[in-house]
């Protein structure tokens, strides 16, 4: 492989770099964040790609997108590397897409979509732990009066405190456990299918398509976009930059170890499946100790990922908002950061509570976010940076993929806009029931 041309080498340490994205991991402490970015959203949004595509070309997308997207972050990590070895360490994607493609926009257009990115999948996190405490609620209170909005406050209340730790690496044990519960929860509810489907009490198996092919059609575009931003995460160079100096290399095995986990995961259990197990009329299809510690995994789940895709914007915050001439806990930084991540969290919260559509909000960020950042910029930072050969296979399958992934944006965007008007008749302010 030929080596790349020499970018310039520069730059500056700031609140931001020095204490949230503070470099002082191992590739395992980055696997975990991984994992964390990559698996949960995983657990949370396989059902809506899946009622889109159908079995087999369902799987068939999941694993394409899984190649692809692994991949697209090794050559992310290669860029990475490079730049790490000529002297200027890239710890924010905004910073590397600007650099390496020359265009001050950049800059721009990549805060925008991870900031989109972010603030979706913290809003997304915290209404499906509220729904989680929903669930467990309706089973030990059945005529229960609380409603959707009161459970997200309480999460979100608990979010606003764990918001508190202060860097991406403090938050390695936290992920660790994130690691474990994605096992803990696909294994219970894997156990639970099966009790299910040899149950007496078990409804008839629809798997059909919609009918019109035009629906159809559109409802395939929305499921990849789903899946994009199922293997999504946007966010690898603020991971990679957890890393303890030098960082070369490590990531591939940080990477590794994640869709170790995606492996076993993935092709077992999706979402809020539980609530196919618990129907309107009738007992539990399920026992109910595997259906609560299932709710429970996902819940504890959720916070970790909530945590995990807040960071940019705690970084951004805190660039903005501390001194780096003072010490991470000194009341000139502490202060403005409880008062930041409180108000940040407490916003994503009440949007969450009057705005319950996250399937369909899942099929927009996929397209409109995680596709640009995940399986197009990572290919053309990678061929402006090492420039392979024109004639080169690894070149033109750079492009292949860039082009495919463009189209597949741009009508999974159209696609899952249009869901979104259609169900829009299904939404109500501080509603109890989320629309997906």
Same mark, same amino acid.
């Given at each position: 492989?030929?080596?790349?041309?020499?970018?310039?080498?520069?730059?500056?340490?700031?609140?931001?770099?020095?204490?949230?994205?503070?470099?002082?991991?191992?590739?395992?402490? #980055?696997?975990?964040?991984?994992?964390?970015?990559?698996?949960?959203?995983?657990?949370?949004?396989?059902?809506?790609?899946?009622?889109?595509?159908?079995?087999?070309?369902?799987?068939?997308? &999941?694993?394409?997108?899984?190649?692809?997207?692994?991949?697209?972050?090794?050559?992310?990590?290669?860029?990475?590397?490079?730049?790490?070895?000529?002297?200027?360490?890239?710890?924010?994607?905004?910073?590397?897409?600007?650099?390496?493609?020359?265009?001050?926009?950049?800059?721009?257009?990549?805060?925008?979509?991870?900031?989109?990115?972010?603030?979706?999948?913290?809003?997304?996190?915290?209404?499906?732990?509220?729904?989680? *405490?929903?669930?467990?609620?309706?089973?030990?209170?059945?005529?229960?009066?609380?409603?959707?909005?009161?459970?997200?406050?309480?999460?979100?209340?608990?979010?606003?405190?764990?918001?508190?730790?202060?860097?991406?690496?403090?938050?390695?044990? @936290?992920?660790?456990?994130?690691?474990?519960?994605?096992?803990?929860?696909?294994?219970?509810?894997? $156990?639970?299918?099966?009790?299910?489907?040899?149950?007496?009490?078990?409804?008839?198996?629809?798997? +059909?398509?919609?009918?019109?092919?035009?629906?159809?059609?559109?409802?395939?575009?929305?499921?990849?976009?789903?899946? $994009?931003?199922?293997?999504?995460?946007?966010?690898?160079?603020?991971?990679?930059?957890?890393? #303890?100096?030098? $960082?070369?290399?490590?990531?591939?095995?940080?990477?590794?170890?994640?869709?170790?986990?995606?492996?076993?995961?993935?092709?077992?259990?999706?979402?809020?499946?539980?609530?196919?197990? @618990?129907?309107?009329?009738?007992?539990?299809?399920?026992?109910?100790?595997?259906?609560?510690?299932?709710?429970?995994?996902?819940?504890?789940?959720? &916070?970790?990922?909530?945590?995990?895709?807040?960071?940019?914007?705690?970084?951004?915050?805190?660039?903005?908002? #501390?001194?780096?001439?003072?010490?991470?806990?000194?009341?000139?930084?502490? @202060?403005?950061?409880?008062?930041?991540?409180?108000?940040?969290?407490?916003?994503?919260?009440?949007?969450?509570?009057? &705005?319950?559509?996250?399937?369909?909000?899942?099929?927009?960020?996929?397209? &409109?976010?995680?596709?640009? *950042?995940?399986?197009?910029?990572?290919?053309?930072?990678?061929?402006?940076?090492?420039?392979?050969?024109?004639?080169?296979?690894?070149?033109?399958?750079?492009?292949? @993929?860039?082009?495919?992934?463009?189209?597949?944006?741009?009508?999974?965007?159209? +696609?899952?806009?249009?869901?979104?008007?259609?169900?829009?008749?299904?939404?109500?302010?501080?509603?109890?029931?989320?629309?997906?």
């Amino acid at each position: 492989m030929a080596d790349p041309p020499k970018p310039e080498s520069s730059g500056r340490q700031d609140a931001g770099a020095s204490f949230v994205l503070e470099s002082k991991g191992q590739w395992w402490h #980055a696997g975990y964040h991984l994992t964390t970015a990559i698996v949960g959203p995983t657990i949370l949004t396989l059902p809506y790609a899946f009622r889109g595509l159908g079995w087999v070309p369902g799987i068939f997308s &999941l694993t394409a997108m899984g190649v692809v997207s692994f991949y697209s972050y090794y050559l992310m990590s290669l860029v990475l590397d490079f730049c790490e070895k000529d002297g200027r360490r890239h710890i924010r994607f905004r910073e590397l897409a600007a650099d390496v493609l020359g265009s001050g926009w950049m800059f721009y257009f990549v805060i925008s979509i991870q900031t989109a990115i972010n603030t979706g999948i913290s809003i997304g996190t915290l209404l499906l732990s509220g729904e989680c *405490l929903q669930i467990m609620y309706k089973d030990l209170s059945p005529n229960g009066s609380m409603e959707l909005w009161q459970f997200i406050a309480m999460v979100t209340g608990v979010m606003m405190v764990l918001s508190q730790m202060p860097s991406f690496h403090s938050l390695r044990h @936290i992920n660790l456990a994130s690691l474990l519960l994605s096992f803990g929860y696909t294994f219970l509810v894997v $156990a639970a299918s099966i009790y299910a489907g040899m149950s007496k009490h078990a409804p008839s198996r629809d798997y +059909s398509l919609e009918s019109a092919p035009s629906h159809r059609v559109f409802s395939a575009f929305t499921s990849i976009s789903i899946i $994009a931003s199922i293997f999504g995460n946007g966010i690898l160079p603020e991971i990679q930059a957890t890393l #303890a100096p030098p $960082a070369t290399g490590k990531m591939l095995k940080g990477l590794v170890m994640c869709y170790s986990v995606i492996l076993v995961t993935f092709y077992s259990s999706s979402s809020n499946i539980i609530n196919n197990f @618990i129907p309107d009329i009738g007992p539990a299809l399920a026992p109910t100790w595997i259906l609560g510690g299932a709710v429970v995994c996902v819940l504890f789940q959720l &916070l970790a990922i909530g945590l995990v895709y807040s960071q940019v914007a705690f970084e951004v915050m805190e660039k903005k908002s #501390a001194d780096p001439n003072r010490g991470m806990f000194s009341m000139r930084n502490l @202060i403005p950061r409880i008062v930041l991540r409180s108000l940040y969290m407490g916003i994503c919260g009440l949007l969450a509570a009057m &705005l319950p559509f996250f399937g369909d909000i899942n099929g927009i960020v996929g397209a &409109l976010g995680f596709i640009p *950042l995940d399986f197009i910029l990572p290919m053309l930072l990678y061929n402006m940076t090492y420039r392979p050969s024109k004639s080169s296979v690894m070149y033109w399958m750079n492009i292949a @993929i860039m082009f495919v992934f463009t189209g597949v944006g741009l009508l999974g965007a159209f +696609s899952s806009v249009r869901k979104l008007v259609l169900d829009a008749d299904k939404f109500k302010l501080f509603s109890s029931d989320v629309v997906d």
